[in-house]
């Protein structure tokens, strides 16, 4: 009786062993397949509640991040081994923040909210600065400035153009960039790891918008300044500059440096600023435009200009013109961090009477960045390959492996929207 007793101890015993062994196995299984955690949040302003577009969400300094989109909203991967780090929420016009990413759990949802800052803090001897002289010190400190070897920067951008009522096309893609170094003057190499793209083939005939990696290169406008209409020899030459102050740009303290064109220049010119930081000398940020008193055209090398992958013979002149360029810290040195483009083209063709105005939206984020890239990358595409020729999937699970700007709109449903159209139009063609 008592060794049947025993035996029944035993058995307990050896159960309860398996089962702890189990749950270890589970544990350590799920933290070599669990290479990241999952967060998701809404920022504010603290003052009135309403959402904040294009907050930068990063891991500070290691080039880990995102944005929000026109909701306020985020989601972001952070990967296991950034958790001692820091989360760093920053924003034009308001108050950094920061978080320990250890204090963060995966699934945690966020309601950050911002306070206004004291953007403007000039100083009693700005008629001292010389904006010349501060360009000509960060245009020399580039390549001490700016990540100098080769590294590999993995970036998301979305393109959607729409009319008031109509959605025109949507596109989208994930992608790694491989950059020699700023101050190396070797092209530069692009790899595709995903993307999708669906066009209104019924009232986007004459026009087809997209990036091709050669447009993707030029949105790092440090990295090709001799594309660079105002920061280019030529450019500075038909250019005013005058510095308006020291300001609180996301965080960093920096010369503001307004810019538009010369009088009587009668190539196109641009305006806008320019952000410099006052400690490194490093181009942080500018905001800049076409002139369009004087130019309304599609100005070769502009931004917009190399967004059209297809142009039939119709007229197109721009109504709207604005660019974003952002920089981030990673480690000790610079690097891009995000471009944001908005435009509005007229397109006519007085054959067919055809007229369209629609409005061009280009997001793109750098999600991540390697620093210890050796090689080179395979598989790379063609610089003058459409993106668009390279359509993956529409499926609502495109991209949930994949840091990504969460969409000002319904992306899933624009897609289908696109899709019926085109159907639609099919139909009543035949």
Not at 56 to 80: H, Q, R
Not at 89 to 118: M, V
Request: net charge neutral; charged share 20%; hydrophobic share 35%.
């Amino acid at each position: 009786m008592s060794s049947l007793v025993l035996s029944r101890k035993s058995v307990i015993t050896l159960r309860f062993f398996v089962f702890m062994a189990m749950l270890c196995f589970c544990a350590i299984a799920n933290a070599q397949t669990q290479r990241t955690i999952k967060i998701s949040g809404k920022v504010s302003a603290a003052d009135d509640g309403q959402p904040i577009r294009q907050v930068t969400i990063t891991i500070d300094k290691k080039g880990v991040g995102t944005s929000t989109n026109a909701s306020g909203e985020f989601l972001l991967f952070i990967p296991l081994t950034n958790l001692n780090d820091t989360l760093r929420i920053s924003c034009i016009g308001y108050k950094t923040r920061q978080l320990p990413a250890n204090s963060l759990k995966d699934g945690q949802h966020l309601n950050l909210s911002l306070e206004k800052s004291a953007t403007d803090l000039k100083e009693v001897t700005i008629t001292f600065y010389d904006a010349h002289k501060i360009l000509a010190k960060a245009l020399s400190r580039i390549p001490e400035n700016y990540i100098n070897h080769p590294h590999i920067l993995r970036g998301f951008y979305r393109m959607y153009s729409y009319t008031d009522t109509i959605p025109l096309q949507l596109s989208e893609a994930v992608f790694d960039v491989y950059n020699f170094g700023y101050a190396d003057k070797r092209a530069d190499v692009f790899r595709l790891i995903k993307a999708r793209n669906a066009k209104n083939d019924r009232d986007m005939e004459f026009l087809e918008v997209g990036q091709k990696p050669n447009s993707i290169f030029a949105d790092d406008v440090i990295n090709h300044l001799f594309s660079v209409g105002f920061l280019n020899e030529e450019g500075i030459q038909h250019h005013d500059f005058e510095v308006q102050g020291v300001v609180d740009y996301q965080g960093y303290r920096a010369f503001q440096i307004n810019f538009k064109g010369k009088k009587g220049v009668e190539d196109a010119t641009y305006h806008g600023k320019i952000y410099i930081d006052t400690k490194s000398y490093a181009f942080i940020g500018f905001d800049y435009g076409l002139n369009l008193s004087a130019a309304n055209y599609l100005v070769p090398g502009s931004l917009i200009a190399q967004a059209l992958t297809k142009k039939m013979a119709c007229d197109v002149t721009v109504k709207q013109d604005h660019v974003e360029v952002n920089y981030q810290q990673v480690g000790k040195s610079w690097v891009l961090a995000k471009v944001n483009t908005e435009n509005t083209l007229a397109i006519t063709d007085s054959a067919s009477s055809f007229h369209l105005k629609p409005h061009i939206r280009f997001n793109y984020q750098v999600t991540s960045v390697d620093t210890v890239a050796k090689e080179s990358l395979s598989g790379k595409m063609g610089r003058f390959e459409s993106i668009n020729e390279h359509d993956s999937s529409i499926s609502s699970s495109f991209w949930n492996d994949y840091n990504i700007l969460l969409s000002d709109e319904n992306a899933e449903g624009i897609f289908q929207k696109i899709k019926k159209i085109n159907t639609e139009s099919k139909k009543t063609s035949k």
